[in-house]
Protein backbone atom coordinates (compact mmCIF):
# COMPACT_ATOMS: atom_id res chain seq x y z
CA UNK A 1 0.00 0.00 0.00
CA UNK A 2 3.05 2.07 0.58
CA UNK A 3 3.99 1.48 -2.60
CA UNK A 4 0.73 3.33 -4.31
CA UNK A 5 0.61 6.19 -1.86
CA UNK A 6 4.20 7.03 -2.75
CA UNK A 7 3.39 6.32 -6.59
CA UNK A 8 0.72 8.53 -6.23
CA UNK A 9 2.19 11.64 -4.74
CA UNK A 10 4.90 11.19 -7.36
CA UNK A 11 3.01 10.69 -10.48
CA UNK A 12 -0.50 12.97 -9.42
CA UNK A 13 -1.60 13.99 -12.97
CA UNK A 14 -0.90 10.24 -14.45
CA UNK A 15 -2.80 8.78 -11.57
CA UNK A 16 -5.70 10.88 -11.67
CA UNK A 17 -5.62 10.39 -15.92
CA UNK A 18 -5.39 6.67 -15.74
CA UNK A 19 -8.53 6.38 -12.61
CA UNK A 20 -10.47 9.19 -15.07
CA UNK A 21 -9.60 7.08 -18.16
CA UNK A 22 -10.71 3.25 -16.44
CA UNK A 23 -14.12 4.93 -14.56
CA UNK A 24 -14.65 6.07 -18.23
CA UNK A 25 -14.00 2.77 -19.72
CA UNK A 26 -15.62 0.42 -17.26
CA UNK A 27 -18.92 2.89 -17.58
CA UNK A 28 -19.21 2.44 -21.21
CA UNK A 29 -18.66 -1.14 -20.85
CA UNK A 30 -21.81 -1.06 -18.36
CA UNK A 31 -23.90 0.93 -20.98
CA UNK A 32 -22.99 -1.37 -23.36
CA UNK A 33 -24.02 -4.20 -20.98
CA UNK A 34 -27.34 -2.63 -20.03
CA UNK A 35 -28.32 -0.76 -23.33
CA UNK A 36 -29.46 -3.52 -25.46
CA UNK A 37 -31.97 -5.43 -22.38
CA UNK A 38 -33.63 -1.98 -21.95
CA UNK A 39 -34.08 -1.15 -25.35
CA UNK A 40 -36.35 -5.06 -25.59
CA UNK A 41 -38.06 -3.68 -22.88
CA UNK A 42 -38.67 -0.33 -23.98
CA UNK A 43 -39.60 -0.22 -27.58
CA UNK A 44 -40.55 -4.18 -27.37
CA UNK A 45 -38.19 -7.21 -29.42
CA UNK A 46 -40.41 -6.32 -32.94
CA UNK A 47 -38.67 -3.05 -33.11
CA UNK A 48 -35.20 -3.43 -31.68
CA UNK A 49 -33.47 -4.79 -35.11
CA UNK A 50 -35.09 -1.95 -37.15
CA UNK A 51 -33.69 0.55 -34.34
CA UNK A 52 -30.60 -1.28 -34.02
CA UNK A 53 -30.02 -0.86 -37.74
CA UNK A 54 -30.76 2.78 -37.65
CA UNK A 55 -28.55 3.11 -34.86
CA UNK A 56 -25.34 1.38 -36.99
CA UNK A 57 -25.59 3.25 -40.09
CA UNK A 58 -24.01 6.39 -38.32
CA UNK A 59 -21.44 4.09 -36.48
CA UNK A 60 -20.81 2.66 -39.68
CA UNK A 61 -19.67 6.00 -41.65
CA UNK A 62 -17.68 6.82 -38.52
CA UNK A 63 -14.10 5.44 -40.88
CA UNK A 64 -14.96 8.62 -42.90
CA UNK A 65 -14.34 11.21 -39.90
CA UNK A 66 -10.33 12.28 -39.65
CA UNK A 67 -8.94 12.34 -36.23
CA UNK A 68 -7.22 15.89 -35.52
CA UNK A 69 -7.48 16.22 -32.12
CA UNK A 70 -4.92 13.53 -31.17
CA UNK A 71 -2.12 14.32 -33.17
CA UNK A 72 -2.72 17.82 -32.60
CA UNK A 73 -2.14 16.73 -29.23
CA UNK A 74 0.83 15.30 -29.21
CA UNK A 75 2.23 18.11 -31.41
CA UNK A 76 1.18 20.71 -28.84
CA UNK A 77 2.35 18.62 -25.77
CA UNK A 78 5.75 18.29 -27.83
CA UNK A 79 5.99 21.95 -28.28
CA UNK A 80 4.71 23.28 -25.17
CA UNK A 81 7.92 20.99 -23.57
CA UNK A 82 10.17 23.24 -25.50
CA UNK A 83 8.43 26.35 -24.51
CA UNK A 84 7.36 27.09 -28.03
CA UNK A 85 3.84 29.01 -26.63
CA UNK A 86 3.51 30.29 -30.27
CA UNK A 87 3.87 26.88 -31.95
CA UNK A 88 0.78 25.49 -29.66
CA UNK A 89 -1.57 28.92 -30.15
CA UNK A 90 -0.32 27.86 -34.51
CA UNK A 91 -1.29 24.28 -33.85
CA UNK A 92 -4.22 24.80 -31.95
CA UNK A 93 -5.97 27.42 -34.22
CA UNK A 94 -5.31 25.55 -37.09
CA UNK A 95 -7.03 22.51 -35.42
CA UNK A 96 -10.24 24.58 -34.60
CA UNK A 97 -10.29 25.64 -38.28
CA UNK A 98 -9.86 21.75 -39.41
CA UNK A 99 -12.47 19.92 -37.45
CA UNK A 100 -14.88 23.49 -38.11
CA UNK A 101 -14.30 22.67 -42.10
CA UNK A 102 -14.85 19.03 -41.85
CA UNK A 103 -17.63 19.07 -39.39
CA UNK A 104 -19.23 21.47 -42.36
CA UNK A 105 -18.67 18.97 -44.66
CA UNK A 106 -19.77 16.64 -42.80
CA UNK A 107 -22.88 18.16 -42.11
CA UNK A 108 -23.69 19.06 -45.76
CA UNK A 109 -23.00 15.76 -46.31
CA UNK A 110 -25.96 14.33 -44.23
CA UNK A 111 -28.07 16.70 -45.94
CA UNK A 112 -27.46 15.09 -48.80
CA UNK A 113 -28.19 11.92 -47.76
Do not use: C, E
Amino acid sequence: MNFINRYKSLNNKLFDNSIAFFSTFFIQFAIQIIYPPLMIMIWGANNFGIILFFIAVPTSLSFLIINFTTPARQDMAKAHLKKDYDGVNKIYTNTVILLSISYLVYFLASLFF
